[in-house]
């Protein structure tokens, strides 16, 4: 038995790292650089039109903190934002798909979809803290 749940603990383990931010990129350019712009920063060519502005993506961390938790319910609509009169993203389907885990900076778990977690370990890298 010992040695069944040891192996289900690594298992989810490795999930929580499964991150592949070159994925996370490609999902970026197609689904998201449209209103937050190809370098991240808010000014792509659909932020014009849009109530709410897209939010500077390379200024996300803070205190050495990236916000998982936050980014990961903004996108997955957990935490809707209503700034072009439907939820952000309006992509959000494209980013359903087998639920993993992540950490949050505290270390808990969260479960979100794979493109999520692949689009956040993008995100990670363009933080210019």
Request: glycine share 10%.
């Amino acid at each position: 038995m010992k040695a069944v749940l040891s192996l289900v603990l690594g298992l989810a383990a490795g999930a929580t790292m499964a991150q592949d931010a070159e994925m996370g990129e490609a999902l970026y350019l197609k689904h998201c650089a449209t209103c937050h712009g190809i370098e991240a920063t808010g000014q792509g060519p659909m932020a014009g039109v849009l109530v709410i502005k897209p939010v500077d993506l390379t200024q996300l961390e803070q205190d050495g903190i990236f916000p998982v938790e936050r980014v990961a319910k903004r996108i997955d609509g957990r935490d809707a934002l209503i700034s072009h009169g439907s939820p952000m993203p309006v992509y959000g389907d494209f980013f359903e798909g087998r639920d993993v885990a992540i950490k949050t900076h505290t270390g808990q778990p969260l479960m979100t979809s794979q493109p999520i977690v692949d689009l956040i370990a993008y995100m990670r890298t363009l933080q210019a803290n």
